[in-house]
């Protein structure tokens, strides 16, 4: 019988904020594969657990899987865990979870932390729907479709950002959002724990005056309804009756449907759209 990949989610600064059963998983499983196994020392010193640690990360996740697969293969217990947090949060640990149902493994998780809830949460923002994006992309022109595509979000967004990146992260927000309602986390559950509840405007003033320090969490609002909207009621307004009428028939409407669907937008009646057309 095979053995079970068990998904641990470590503190991300506080050592208080661990589950009694997490610490019991990792006293008990047959391995420890770590994001950094000198970094998880600590931790694992801190509670008292002498379990066998290997090195788990971003550049041998996918040849050290296949050895990972090989002992949870035998019937051995793995514990996986990252620096902090929850495993595929941002972290490595997405693959090996695909490769383990690929096999036939089993895969528990165990609940804790996860700084983009941790943020969200005590935002002050709408946390009912939310969009986590991570670190936005390196690469300038996949990072540019990503703030685009970002732009239209209604729901509230997570960004992850380094300090020594967050003043030019906040211009580009600006510069495609406009002027938004955030919230900027700063060292969640550490000692120096910060958060914000500002603007983009606001945050880039004051970060130019103040040296970003630690690591940040940003919350950002939506779009709202009502910009959104407005911004919908434009785009038909440049259109005219029959060219709305057309957008909604190359997507496959019927013509009833298609003029149904442009009188919706525009706030009139079908009939309206009826005679505009003859």
Known sequence: MSGILYLCATPI???EDITYRVVRILGEADLIAAEDTRNSLRLLRHYGIATPMTSYHEFNKIEKAEALLKRLEQGQNIALITDAGTPGISDPGEELVAMCYERGIEVNALPGPAACVAA???SGQPCRRFAFEAFLP????????????????TRTTVLYEAPHHLRGTLEELYQTFGDRPLTICRELTKKFEEKQKTTLEKAIAYYGEHEPRGEYVLVIAGKSKNQ????ETARWESFSVA???????????????????????RGVSKRDIYRELL
């Open 13 to 15: 600064g506080n050592m």
């Open 120 to 122: 969200v949460t005590s």
């Open 138 to 153: 390196k690469d300038k022109k996949e990072r540019r479709r990503v703030l685009e595509e970002l732009e239209r979000e």
């Open 228 to 231: 959104v909207r407005r911004e």
């Open 243 to 265: 060219e709305h009428v057309a957008m909604y028939e190359k997507t496959g409407m019927d013509r009833k449907e298609a003029m149904k669907a442009a009188a919706r937008d």
